[in-house]
């Protein structure tokens, strides 16, 4: 089973920036495509951004322009850069596969965003 952590989250003023990972232990999920969701409180899932194995990135209107979504094969880690963030972003961040694998949710890492 894929274990998924992921870091950087934090308390940011509108118009800020964070960087978020993710790191996978145990069965490394590299040949996958990854991706990176958030939830904010009252709402459902919503998928941010997907990234394949070679790097084609897709990404929910909401973030085009702001957020990317990158990896390092190598280190089993993906990241999310977040620029021009929005309080409408604040919500808590998991990685996973796309689609998600049930077994393969993180903690999450909350992202809360002031105006």
């Known amino acids: 089973q894929v274990q998924l952590s992921e870091f950087g989250g934090g308390l940011v003023q509108a118009g800020g920036s964070l960087v978020l990972s993710c790191a996978a232990s145990?069965?490394?999920?590299?040949?996958?495509?990854m991706a990176w969701y958030r939830q904010a409180p009252g709402k459902q899932r919503e998928l941010v951004a997907t990234?394949?194995?070679?790097?084609?990135?897709i990404y929910v209107d909401s973030v085009k322009g702001r957020f990317t979504i990158s990896r390092d094969n190598a280190k089993n880690t993906v990241y999310l850069q977040m620029n021009s963030l929005k309080p409408e972003d604040t919500a808590l961040y998991c990685c996973?596969?796309?689609?998600?694998?049930?077994?393969?949710w993180g903690q999450g890492t909350q992202v809360t965003v002031s105006s």
């Open positions: 996973n596969t796309a689609p998600p694998g049930d077994g393969f």
């Open positions: 145990g069965s490394s999920p590299s040949i996958r495509t």
């Open positions: 990234i394949t194995r070679g790097g084609v990135t």
